[in-house]
């Protein structure tokens, strides 16, 4: 099941962008799934998740900005990002996880968005 990332781009700051993720199956292939970004020197960090039946869960510097989102029908797990900061800069990254003997991960390859100041 492939992961397909789109939405980056160049924005100002205190603009908005709407990433999404369309997987080539079902988004219910996955126990969860997500975003997580990496910006240059950094670490990879999630910044927000959602598994079936719960609470979606946010980094702390998403909360109050973004919002995950899910269309089952089209197969597609939507961050939408609202009020961005230049911190927000980073290459964002779908993440679907499965279970397989333990928890794995699948990846997207990543969209880059870029937040001007």
């Known amino acids: 099941v492939q992961l397909q990332a789109s939405g980056g781009g160049l924005v100002q700051a205190g603009g908005s962008l709407r990433l999404s993720c369309a997987v080539s199956?079902?988004?219910?292939?996955?126990?969860?799934m997500g975003w997580y970004r990496q910006a240059p020197g950094k670490l990879r960090e999630l910044v927000a998740s959602?598994?079936?039946?719960?609470?979606?869960n946010y980094g702390d510097f998403a909360k109050g900005r973004f919002t995950i989102s899910r269309d089952a029908t089209v197969n597609t797990v939507d961050l939408q990002m609202n009020s961005l900061k230049p911190e927000d800069t980073a290459v964002y990254y779908c993440n679907g996880k499965y279970i397989a003997g333990g928890i794995s991960d699948n990846w997207g390859q990543g969209t880059m968005v870029t937040v001007s100041s």
């Open positions: 959602m598994t079936w039946g719960r609470s979606p």
């Open positions: 199956g079902s988004i219910f292939s996955y126990h969860s």
